[in-house]
Structure formats: C-alpha cells, structure tokens
C-alpha cells in the first residue's frame, strides 16, 4: 500500500469509531441550499460556510464552474432533494487561470504526464504519447474571477431545468484571508423571481 492510502484509511477508521448517530442523517440536505465549488485543496466548504454533515450539498470541479454536470447536480439537489438557494463560489489564485484551452490541449497532445509550471509558463515533462482528445473539451479555464462567477450565475439561472425561485448568489473566496467577497452582479442576476 501506499503512504497517502494507508493515511486516508486511518484516518476513517479513527473517524468510523466516533460515527454516532450520522448514520441517520435524511437523505436531503438539512439547510436546503448546495455551493458550486472548485476541488482546490486549499478551500475547506464546511469550514468557510459553517457546514456539518448532512446540512448541504457541495459540488466540486475545477474551478468550480457551471459545466453540464455541475448542473445535472444542482437539478438534481432542488428537484429531487429540495435545495432552494445556490451559491457559486470560485476563489483567487486559482489554478485555472494559469492557462487556456490551447495550452491544455497542446500539453496533452504530446504527453499525458504531469507538466510543470515556470517563469515561461507550462511545459510537458513527459514522453509520449499524449493524445488529441483534449481539443473536444473545453476547459472552462478562467481569465477574470469576478466575471467568470457572474457567467456561471446567469448559465444556472437561464438554463431551462433551472426553477425561476431558486436564489443563486455568486462570491469569491479570498485564499489569503478566508473570505468570501460578494460579487454583487452574479447575486443580482440569480436572485430569485
């Protein structure tokens, strides 16, 4: 086994013994809201909007963008779960903003190895073969974190599974102090009609 699997199963035996009465927690979300997230290790959701287990649905991707299956979850979470307020939370520093859909797929089609960033940008620092899948996705890659919040926002909100009365709020986490910053155009567009 390897370090980090002998780690996470560890710590779950820790965690199992101390399990309690979670095992009851109902199936839908006890707050009925969901955040939209990016898998950023930096960012705690439970810690940052005060979370215990069984009060929301998180969601996670890079980036913590509105793609299809973000929002196959979050229709999911209200039609099924009874979710009534959203939150889209992106973050500074976040690694989609380091690079483009045509470094992605650039670094892809000539190695699927891990690249590296330096002073010049990505590099690929691995031997082939890659592939030239990547062209066929589209990254979701982020150049302005305030805007990319406010075009997830309206995404949802104008997507036609969306209900019109599901409140949609749209932040910013600040990795540096923890934060979450408002972007008041991406609540103006989610608010609920």
């Not at 990547?134 to 982020?142: C, G």
């Not at 540096?176 to 103006?188: F, H, N, R």
């Given at each position: 086994?390897?370090?980090?699997?002998?780690?996470?199963?560890?710590?779950?035996?820790?965690?199992?013994?101390?399990?309690?009465?979670?095992?009851?927690?109902?199936?839908?979300?006890?707050?009925?809201?969901?955040?939209?997230?990016?898998?950023?290790?930096?960012?705690?959701?439970a810690?940052?909007?005060?979370?215990?287990?069984?009060?929301?649905?998180?969601?996670?991707?890079a980036?913590?963008?509105?793609?299809?299956?973000?929002?196959?979850?979050?229709?999911?979470?209200?039609?099924?779960?009874?979710?009534?307020?959203?939150?889209?939370?992106?973050?500074?520093?976040?690694?989609?903003?380091y690079?483009?859909?045509?470094?992605?797929?650039?670094?892809?089609?000539?190695?699927?190895?891990?690249?590296?960033?330096?002073?010049?940008?990505?590099?690929?620092?691995?031997?082939?073969?890659?592939?030239?899948?990547?062209?066929?996705?589209?990254?979701?890659?982020?150049?302005?974190?305030?805007?990319?919040?406010?075009?997830?926002?309206?995404?949802?909100?104008?997507?036609?599974?969306?209900?019109?009365?599901?409140?949609?709020?749209?932040?910013v986490?600040?990795?540096?102090?923890?934060?979450?910053?408002?972007?008041?155009?991406?609540?103006?567009?989610?608010?609920?009609?």
């Open positions: 086994m390897s370090k980090v699997l002998d780690e996470v199963l560890a710590a779950n035996a820790r965690y199992s013994q101390t399990f309690g009465d979670k095992g009851n927690l109902p199936m839908p979300p006890g707050r009925r809201f969901a955040i939209l997230t990016c898998m950023d290790a930096r960012l705690d959701p810690k940052f909007s005060g979370l215990a287990e069984g009060d929301a649905h998180v969601i996670r991707n980036g913590g963008r509105a793609s299809d299956d973000a929002i196959r979850s979050l229709v999911i979470s209200h039609k099924l779960l009874g979710t009534r307020e959203w939150f889209v939370i992106h973050h500074t520093n976040c690694g989609m903003e690079f483009s859909n045509e470094i992605m797929r650039d670094l892809l089609a000539r190695s699927l190895d891990t690249a590296a960033l330096d002073a010049n940008g990505w590099r690929d620092t691995g031997r082939g073969p890659g592939s030239t899948e990547a062209q066929f996705i589209d990254w979701l890659t982020i150049k302005d974190q305030a805007e990319s919040v406010v075009a997830d926002v309206q995404r949802i909100r104008n997507h036609p599974l969306v209900a019109g009365d599901i409140a949609i709020y749209g932040y986490y600040d990795v540096k102090t923890g934060k979450l910053v408002e972007v008041p155009q991406a609540t103006q567009i989610g608010k609920a009609r």
